[in-house]
T-cell receptor, first 113, second 120 residues
C-alpha cells in the first residue's frame, strides 16, 4: 500500500507569489491534516479536511487555505508569500476523523526568498 | 489549550544502552491519546508508540516503552538496546479523544522535540 505522497518535495518561491502544495493520502483514508514545521515555532496545525470539508483550522492567517477533492487528495495554498512562510509542510492522513493513528508524508520544503 | 513540553533539546546514548526521553503535557481533558513520533533526516514523521489515557498499562513496542503518569501528566519514552538507526528527532504529541465523526478537534499538539544522537 502506497504511503502519503506529497508533491513537490522542494519549492523555492519569491515573496509575494503564491504556492500550491499537494497531498495524496493513503488509499482509503479520508481525513487529511496539514502541519507547518519551522525551527522557531515547531510543528503547528494548519487545518484538517474530511469529506471535502474543512473540519478544523489552526491559528494561521487567511493567506493559508486548502481544499480536499472527492478522491480525498488535498491541496493547500499560500498566497502573498512572506519570508516567514519558509517551512516544512507536512501532510498526515487518517482513515477517519476518529482514527487514533495519523500517517505522515515526507513533506514539502518551501523556501521563500 | 493543550500544551506539550519536552525539556531536553538534545540527548545522546551509547549504542546498546538505554535512554529515556521526557515529556509533560497540560490538559483539562480526561480522555486523550499520547504519541511519540520519530523524525529521521528523511523528514517523515514515523509513529513510534501510542498510549490511550484510559489505559493504566504502559504501552510497549519492541525496544520502545513508555512511562505514563496520568496524575503527573508525564509521558516519557524509554528506548532499550539503542541502535544507530534510532538517531532522530523525537516528538511527543497529544490528541484529544473528544472528537466525533462530525465535530471536535482531532489535531495533534506537538512538543518541541528532542534530538537523539546514538554513539557507536
Amino acid at each position: 500500500k502506497a504511503g502519503v505522497t506529497q508533491t513537490p518535495r522542494y519549492l523555492i518561491k519569491t515573496r509575494g507569489q503564491q504556492v500550491t502544495l499537494s497531498c495524496s493520502p493513503i488509499s482509503g483514508h479520508r481525513s487529511v491534516s496539514w502541519y507547518q514545521q519551522t525551527p522557531g515555532q515547531g510543528l503547528q496545525f494548519l487545518f484538517e479536511y474530511f469529506s471535502e470539508t474543512q473540519r478544523n483550522k489552526g491559528n494561521f492567517p487567511g493567506r493559508f487555505s486548502g481544499r480536499q477533492f472527492s478522491n480525498s487528495r488535498s491541496e493547500m495554498n499560500v498566497s502573498t508569500l512572506e519570508l516567514g512562510d519558509s517551512a516544512l509542510y507536512l501532510c498526515a492522513s487518517s482513515l477517519t476523523r476518529g482514527s487514533t493513528e495519523a500517517f505522515f508524508g515526507q513533506g514539502t520544503r518551501l523556501t521563500v526568498v | 489549550a493543550q500544551t506539550v513540553t519536552q525539556s531536553q533539546p538534545e540527548m545522546s546514548v551509547q549504542e546498546a544502552e538505554t535512554v529515556t526521553l521526557s515529556c509533560t503535557y497540560d490538559t483539562s481533558e480526561s480522555d486523550y491519546y499520547l504519541f511519540w513520533y520519530k523524525q529521521p533526516p528523511s523528514r517523515q514523521m514515523i509513529l513510534v508508540i501510542r498510549q490511550e489515557a484510559y489505559k493504566q498499562q504502559n504501552a510497549t513496542e519492541n525496544r520502545f516503552s513508555v512511562n505514563f503518569q496520568k496524575a503527573a501528566k508525564s509521558f516519557s519514552l524509554k528506548i532499550s538496546d539503542s541502535q544507530l538507526g534510532d538517531a532522530a528527532m523525537y516528538f511527543c504529541a497529544y490528541r484529544s479523544a473528544a472528537s466525533s465523526y462530525q465535530t471536535g478537534a482531532n489535531n495533534l499538539f506537538f512538543g518541541t522535540g528532542t534530538r537523539l544522537t546514538v554513539i557507536p
